[in-house]
């Protein structure tokens, strides 16, 4: 069993910067691939990026290319995403998850545990 507990999220303008982290407890945090997903309000949730357990692989979703950077600490259990040059359309609530088996993936379902979810809220 693995808890993941999001933190850092908030409201900031549009071209602005926040850094969410993902701290995790339970079972060993550095063999999962963790990934950041999203859900804005009636819409499905979608992948945002994943990291492999080392950290030498990453992936990213288009729309955030180039703007947001995944990174893990495994000596701290936590996952982060440096958000930057923020857009009103990148409001959302952000989920971590943690992925048993294999490297990123941008399917929910392969992702077996969940964070409850950190608002980020970007203004115009």
């Known amino acids: 069993q693995v808890q993941l507990v999001e933190s850092g999220g908030g409201l900031v303008q549009a071209g602005g910067s926040l850094r969410l982290s993902c701290a995790a407890s339970g079972r060993t945090f550095s063999v999962y691939a963790m990934g950041w997903f999203r859900q804005a309000p009636g819409k499905e949730r979608d992948f945002v990026a994943g990291?492999?357990?080392?950290?030498?692989?990453?992936s990213y979703a288009d729309s955030v290319k180039g703007r947001f950077t995944i990174s893990r600490d495994n000596a701290k259990n936590t996952v982060y995403l440096q958000m930057s040059g923020l857009k009103p359309e990148d409001t959302a609530v952000y989920y971590c998850a943690a992925k048993m088996i294999g490297g990123t993936s941008a399917i929910t379902y392969d992702y077996r545990y969940w964070g409850q979810g950190a608002q980020v809220t970007v203004s115009s």
């Open positions: 990291i492999t357990w080392s950290g030498g692989r990453t």
